[in-house]
């Protein structure tokens, strides 16, 4: 057993802080568009192995039917809802305004299933030692490319690097809230957690197909579906660790 709320948090700091390692590979390097097209491929490719193997499963392991119903209504609701706010209809402006759209889309998405991956891992250092440490790797594992993949359209929309640095933070920073929440008051509640990684992998799902793909295959079709290909390959090798 974990000895201690803060050695969690801690953790799950670390944890959240690999999504700033990819956004920093991403502002030492020049994108262009096939490395675009990677990034997002890649990050699409992680993406859907974690929402099809990891998130989907547990939530339907130990959710009821009316909380799996629940993430999924607020997980869509809230992507219908995204499409209206003022940043989501620039895509008609340019280059530089799409990417920018993109950009915080991506953003919204890690930052929304990051909060109950978080509250997963609080739950499993709960568990023992043991999981939680292996959680913690795995998600360190796949926040890298997610940092790539969100930094990468908004550097090439020309967005200040100190503010892509905040945003990564900021999505960072939900993970060791969550974990945060899920030690201190869902630990009883498996339900809750189910409905909260359900509307993780909706979002997810949705930015992948919606966005990140069709936004890939736009820049280089064949280096997005190796990129995906490949983010795909890598969290399969991580999960046999797993």
Request: aromatic fraction near 10%.
């Amino acid at each position: 057993m974990v000895s201690s709320l803060p050695e969690a948090v801690i953790y799950s700091a670390w944890t959240g802080a690999s999504i700033l390692l990819g956004t920093i590979l991403v502002l030492f390097f020049s994108p262009t568009r096939k490395t675009v097209a990677f990034s997002l491929g890649m990050s699409g490719g992680v993406m859907l192995f974690v929402c099809y193997l990891t998130l989907l499963p547990s939530a339907f392991k130990h959710g009821g039917f009316l909380h799996l119903l629940t993430g999924m209504g607020t997980g869509t609701l809230l992507m219908l809802l995204l499409h209206h706010l003022p940043f989501s209809k620039v895509g008609s402006k340019g280059e530089s305004s799409h990417l920018t759209r993109l950009g915080f889309l991506l953003v919204i998405a890690v930052a929304a299933h990051n909060a109950p991956e978080g509250a997963a891992l609080g739950i499993g250092f709960k568990t023992g030692d043991h999981v939680g440490h292996t959680l913690a790797l795995a998600m360190a594992v796949h926040n890298i490319p997610e940092g790539i993949g969100l930094a990468a359209p908004l550097v090439a929309a020309g967005r200040h690097p100190l503010l892509i640095v905040f945003l990564s933070l900021l999505c960072g920073a939900t993970l060791p809230l969550g974990t945060w929440i899920g030690l201190k008051y869902l630990t009883g509640s498996p339900d809750i957690v189910s409905a909260g990684l359900i509307f993780a992998a909706v979002t997810m799902i949705w930015v992948v197909i919606c966005e990140i793909c069709p936004r890939a295959f736009t820049l280089h079709k064949p280096i997005a579906w190796v990129g995906m290909g490949f983010g795909a390959l890598f969290m399969y090798i991580i999960h046999l660790f797993h």
